[in-house]
């Protein structure tokens, strides 16, 4: 049930994008969409297409068991529009680096 609400989250996301008319040219904003895993990477990059930047915090090799997020992580999330993760029973680290994201 988690997955299916995160994936509708994207979608709605997804169809709140702004546009504007900039000197003849249409200017879309783009969301900033930081995943963990290269699986969320794939989704989101399939889902959001064009319409946002997708990006993977976590190397390919890197354990997400054990990974230990830099402040520049922790920052780089911050400011992203939606954080892909797989859940803190699988990415310990996750719900400590989420509520970092309180203590602005």
Same mark, same amino acid.
């Given at each position: $049930?988690?997955?299916?609400?995160?994936?509708? &989250?994207?979608? =709605? =996301? @997804?169809?709140?994008?702004?546009? *504007?008319?900039?000197?003849?040219? @249409?200017? $879309?904003?783009?969301?900033?969409?930081?995943?963990? =895993?290269? !699986? *969320?990477?794939? &989704?989101?990059?399939?889902i959001?297409?064009?319409y946002?930047?997708?990006? $993977?915090?976590?190397? !390919?090799?890197?354990?997400? %068991?054990?990974? #230990? !997020?830099?402040p %520049?992580?922790?920052?780089?999330?911050?400011?992203?529009? =939606?954080?892909?993760?797989?859940?803190? #029973?699988?990415?310990?680290?996750? *719900?400590?680096?989420?509520?970092?994201? #309180?203590?602005?």
């Amino acid at each position: $049930m988690k997955k299916f609400t995160l994936i509708l &989250i994207c979608f =709605l =996301l @997804i169809g709140c994008v702004k546009s *504007q008319n900039v000197s003849n040219n @249409i200017e $879309m904003d783009r969301f900033k969409i930081v995943c963990t =895993l290269f !699986p *969320q990477y794939d &989704i989101a990059k399939k889902i959001a297409g064009e319409y946002a930047d997708v990006s $993977m915090l976590l190397l !390919p090799g890197v354990d997400s %068991h054990f990974f #230990d !997020p830099t402040p %520049h992580d922790t920052l780089y999330a911050k400011n992203a529009d =939606l954080f892909f993760y797989t859940g803190a #029973d699988k990415e310990v680290w996750s *719900q400590k680096f989420i509520n970092g994201f #309180d203590g602005d």
